[in-house]
Nanobody
């Protein structure tokens, strides 16, 4: 069983910054893609950013140039640095991690509990 623990959300004024973290724990982890999604009230969950195990990244157009996703493989942790935040970035942010775990290896697709990010105007 893989558990994800998110941290770093909060309330910030427009133009400010926040950094989200998501740490995975479990037996014999082999992590592939790590990503961040968000869901605003009344909206569908959408992809914000993803980083592969080779380090390649992909961003939603709405956050390009403002958000940076990174990962620390030694800590099984993914980060989302959010700069120049806008009120429309307000949402619950979820991390998502895919990989394999256990013995024998089996695939997993795990989600964090979500962390609220609120940007005031």
């Amino acid at each position: 069983q893989v558990q994800l623990v998110e941290s770093g959300g909060g309330l910030v004024q427009a133009g400010g910054s926040l950094r989200l973290s998501c740490a995975a724990s479990g037996s014999r982890l082999s992590i592939n893609a790590m990503g961040w999604y968000r869901q605003a009230p009344g909206e569908q969950r959408e992809l914000v950013a993803v980083v592969s195990n080779s380090g390649s990244t992909n961003y939603a157009d709405s956050v390009k140039g403002r958000f940076t996703i990174s990962r620390d493989n030694a800590k099984n942790t993914v980060y989302l640095q959010m700069n120049s935040l806008k009120p429309e970035d307000t949402a619950v942010y979820y991390c998502n991690i895919l990989g394999r775990t256990g013995f024998p290896f089996r695939s997993f697709d795990s989600w964090g509990q979500g962390t609220q990010v609120t940007v005031s105007s």
